[in-house]
């Protein structure tokens, strides 16, 4: 019977740890967030997840100008540690769009590539930009099958996230790999904007080529996994452009699919006909439901909200304004503890001095 219960033990925690997740640290929080003041990324900090207080002011954390290569621009930050815990990695959109004439776009919603950021402390980030316009080359695996032919004609590569997949197996047979995941319009080969997937390496600087993550027949965008471990599955939360108003979630057994189709009558549905985008889940510790935030960005001005769900990521409800952070806008919540969050808070008293 003891040699049973061991081998039982020893094969569910197997199952836990070979689940794709993100580490986790700490009973505080980190909302790391593109400003709705500009083209750069902001900090606010919280101890309970219900009050936020922002990190120098709301002002950005480093300069956009510097580590977004292609535009000077960082929005639509995702945060989370590194695969072993020790430090951070970072995504952004790499976009300017109040530059847009300045940088001879025909849209202000152009843009081309994204940013992979590191950092030891949270506070200094180095970067590698990934301009899509050139092609295979500037992925790690060139002569992989391409999903475009005219790479030229990227016109949109938007909000990316991070997923750490232990299982990956790159082909010199080393493990792990980080699951980027974002979405891609090219004007001559796209009818509409379409999820794809790369994997970087544990250096955080090599992207592999794109690969289709699923199409369903109409623009996807701003998708946010989370395995949940009450159904064993993963759910994206995503906005759909056109049909209902609202954010769905689709489920798979695999960060690679398949993915099904959104359940349609259990969503974020209580904005009414009002836009809404940028959803980022995460949890509270001691708490088994979800908490779920989100941009709703058709009233002025715009409203940044976080609503409650299950177990199950299901039954939304009881959506709240964010209270105490200046300009919120599409981002991303990371648990930190609490030396994470006292450098945090020293770092932006030194800075408003």
Known sequence: MKKFIYLFILTSLFSITTKAVNPQ???YF????????????????????????????????????QLAGIEGGTRDAYITRSWDGKKYVMVTTDMNNSKTRALGKQSEWHNYGIDLLTSDDLIHW???????????????????PSAYTDWASTVRVWAPQIFWDESYVWPDGKKGGYFIYYSILNSAEDKYDRM????ADKSFTKLTQPRL???????????????????????????????????????APKLTGPWGEPVEDDYVSFEGKK????????????????RIAYIEYSSNP???????????????????????VTAPQHGSFMRITKKEYNRLKAWSKKKGE
């Open 25 to 27: 640290k700490g009973n």
């Open 196 to 199: 794809y997937y790369s994997y």
């Open 302 to 324: 715009k409203h940044y909200r976080i609503c409650k769900a299950d177990k199950f990521m299901r039954n939304f409800r009881d959506p709240q304004d964010i209270k105490g």
């Open 275 to 290: 836009n809404c985008e940028g959803v980022s889940a995460f949890q509270v510790p001691g708490e088994d439901g979800w």
């Open 213 to 251: 993550l699923f199409d369903w027949g109409y623009a996807t965008i701003d998708a946010d996994i989370n395995y949940v471990p009450a159904d064993g599955l993963y759910h994206m939360m995503i906005k759909k452009e056109g049909g209902k108003k609202g954010l769905f979630t689709a489920t």
């Open 126 to 144: 180095k970067s590698t930009t990934f301009d899509f316009r050139k092609g295979p080359s500037v992925f790690c695996d060139p002569n992989a």
């Open 30 to 65: 980190l909302y790391c967030h593109m400003s709705d003041k500009g083209q750069w990324t902001a900090y606010a900090v919280s101890k309970d997840a219900e009050n936020w207080e922002d990190i120098i002011g709301g002002d950005s954390i480093f300069s956009s100008f």
